[in-house]
T-cell receptor, first 112, second 113 residues
Framework: GESVGLHLPTLSVQEGDNSIINCAYS??????FIWYKQESGKGPQFIID?????DKRQGQRVTVLLNKTVKHLSLQIAATQPGDSAVYFC???????????FGTGTRLLVSP | NAGVTQTPKFQVLKTGQSMTLQCAQD?????MYWYRQDPGMGLRLIYY???????DKGEVPNGYNVSRLNKREFSLRLESAAPSQTSVYFC????????????FGPGTRLTVT
């Protein structure tokens, strides 16, 4: 798998700002793209997913955008809160397979 | 519901020792997974089990074995631990109807000296 070494990309925002976390994926055959959140010392937690035939999906305070032309996925968090501070991972899955392939993650730091 | 539980939470091994990491889920999920997470990296799939009685290799299976004991339990065994296996290990489970949403345990932090 790919590696960015020991240092995760970090996004620092102020409380109340909107955050945008980006992810580049490599497999054009993936049918689903998923975002997970991992708080310090815990296992990852599912946030939202999007199927490859969609370009936008909204959840509670989150929006995922998919651009298949440039193989790019983003997670937008509205009105970011200190509790949103975590590492965010994108993942992809092929239809017919149960397994996910995870990206390397982005750390989001929210200051009050 | 406890969700996904893992034991132990922490473990230190010497090179060459063996151990089994235990995982159990109480959500009646068909699929279970073992991942490792190294500093600054994402999760890499070691093995998974799509249903009771079946197991398949993931991205990094070398040095590990698994057993799907029943629908609830999925164990990961290190037969001869190596320092390269120092990592945090996560177990997860998912339902076939919603495979994108995996439920993760709290992790086991393993150090091999």
């Amino acid at each position: 798998g790919e590696s960015v070494g020991l240092h995760l990309p970090t996004l620092s925002v102020q409380e109340g700002d909107n955050s945008i976390i980006n992810c580049a994926y490599s497999n054009s055959a993936s049918d689903y793209f998923i975002w997970y959140k991992q708080e310090s010392g815990k296992g990852p937690q599912f946030i939202i997913d999007i199927r490859s035939n969609m370009d936008k999906r909204q959840g509670q305070r989150v929006t995922v955008l998919l651009n298949k032309t440039v193989k790019h996925l983003s997670l937008q968090i509205a009105a970011t809160q200190p509790g949103d501070s975590a590492v965010y991972f994108c993942a992809e899955r092929d239809t017919g397979f149960q397994k996910l392939v995870f990206g390397t993650g982005t750390r989001l730091l929210v200051s009050p | 519901n406890a969700g996904v539980t893992q034991t132990p939470k922490f473990q230190v091994l010497k090179t060459g020792q063996s151990m089994t990491l235990q995982c159990a889920q109480d959500m009646n999920h068909n699929s279970m997974y073992w991942y490792r997470q190294d500093p600054g990296m994402g999760l890499r799939l070691i093995y998974y089990s799509a249903s009771e009685g079946t197991t398949d290799k993931g991205e990094v299976p070398n040095g590990y074995n698994v057993s799907r004991l029943n629908k609830r339990e999925f164990s990961l065994r290190l037969e001869s631990a190596a320092p390269s296996q120092t990592s945090v290990y996560f177990c997860a489970s998912s339902d076939n109807a919603g495979p994108n949403e995996q439920y993760f345990g709290p992790g086991t932090r393993l150090t091999v000296t």
